[in-house]
């Protein structure tokens, strides 16, 4: 029988690098006198939500996704938020945004498992926002292109949840890319009664080889 490569599947957002540090270092870079943590992202992330949903329905365009997520926020947070100020805090963030760097422990991680399994990239969102992400952390060193699926290819108009993650994973271990391009992947029906489901993956760089539970209930 023939012996294949296990496929580790991996997060981009807040696995590969984090947006958290993303974007309190812009705040800090900005309000230098102005103390920021947790529950400052925290707010940053139900904004984003908010934005990307409406985004995802057409309601709004991907500009005004990306500002009305920073004015909002802005705004809940107590600081200055009106249009030139929300502009100031967005060209800054994607600046560092599109200065991300891979850590180093990535590199030998990486280089390690290159020749031993097959690498997997899943990631959500815009297209075009999420390539930058992957240009700039070179991430193409270990991940071709037909094992990079992000999900506005895949025809998801949500953000991934959980039952999405798995269809989108059974769907690409029967076809390859262009198969997936040429096909609306359906979501599947999962057994409410099942509170669980493993799949091969590695979402954490101290973990070589690991299996993630994925809630479905």
């Not at 490569?5 to 900005?30: G, R």
């Not at 939500?49 to 920073?70: P, T």
């Not at 991934?160 to 390859?176: A, G, Q, R």
């Not at 262009?178 to 979501?187: G, L, M, V, Y």
Request: hydrophobic share 35%.
């Amino acid at each position: 029988m023939e012996n294949k490569k296990p496929i580790l599947v991996f997060d981009l957002d807040d696995t590969l690098y984090s947006k958290k540090k993303v974007f309190l270092d812009t705040l800090k870079e900005i309000y230098p006198n102005t103390s920021f943590d947790e529950s400052s992202y925290k707010i940053y992330q139900e904004k984003s939500d908010e934005a990307f949903e409406l985004f995802s329905k057409g309601s709004i365009s991907l500009e005004e996704n990306h500002f009305s997520r920073v004015q909002n926020t802005l705004t809940a947070l107590g600081l200055p938020s009106s249009s030139p100020e929300t502009m100031t805090f967005k060209k800054q963030y994607q600046f560092m945004m599109d200065h991300i760097q891979l850590d180093k422990d990535w590199f030998s991680f990486f280089d390690y498992l290159s020749s031993r399994a097959s690498l997997v990239l899943l990631t959500n969102g815009p297209t075009d926002h999420q390539l930058k992400k992957i240009h700039s952390l070179n991430l193409y060193k270990w991940f071709t292109s037909d094992r990079i699926f992000i999900s506005e290819d895949k025809t998801i108009d949500v953000r991934f949840n959980h039952t999405e993650e798995l269809s989108l994973l059974e769907e690409m271990t029967k076809m390859d890319k262009s198969d997936i391009k040429a096909n609306t992947i359906k979501k599947k029906s999962i057994d409410k009664s099942r509170k669980s489901k493993t799949i091969p993956t590695v979402m954490n760089k101290s973990l070589v080889s690991a299996e993630s539970e994925v809630c479905c209930g």
